[in-house]
């Protein structure tokens, strides 16, 4: 079924949206909330946990690309998902990850305003416009999706150091792109 047959199906708050989007986009939820969980309980709740997350948010939202709608809700309900279950245990993938770009992201918790957040968003589009497609792909990769380094190598045909030395350098030219578009870091 067509997202947009699926988006009218949400405001016309027919049920079969719900199986719908199961049927199309259920694995890919169920990959993004694994990436971050390694638990497929876990990523199973949360994959349900978007489609009412969805079911709620439309109407008033009507998503023109409704996989990325959903892969938002999915991969931030899974972080919080993460966050409050390991809490106390600052372990695993997510971490690491999270770690790799600290130096990169200015502090979310800093409170910055409205316009901040804007800007970031838009020099985060800009910077990503920028690079090369394969590039931008492996960046997405580990960085939206939390893929491993050795699945993106797998995927892209290349090695192992081959994409953490791309990660790497992409991530330096990442920090010196926000310092040029003068966000502080």
Known sequence: ??????????WERSEAAISETQKKYGRYCHYIAYQILYSDRDAEECVNDTYIKAWNAMPPHKPQLLSVFLGKITRNTALDRYAY???????????????????????????????????????????????????RKIFVRRYWYMSPVKEIARDFGLTVSN???????????????????????
Request: aromatic letters at 4%.
């Open 1 to 10: 079924m067509e997202d947009q047959k699926i988006v009218e199906l949400y």
């Open 85 to 135: 279950t390991k809490a106390k245990k600052r372990t695993g993938q997510v971490v690491s990850i999270l770690d790799e770009m600290e130096l990169c992201i200015p502090d979310q918790k800093t409170g910055g305003s409205l316009a901040d957040e804007l800007a970031l968003k838009e020099a985060i589009n800009g910077f990503l416009r920028s690079l090369p497609t394969q590039t």
């Open 163 to 185: 994409v953490k030395v791309t990660l790497l350098r992409t991530r330096n030219r990442f920090k010196e792109y926000l310092e040029q578009e003068g966000i502080e870091i």
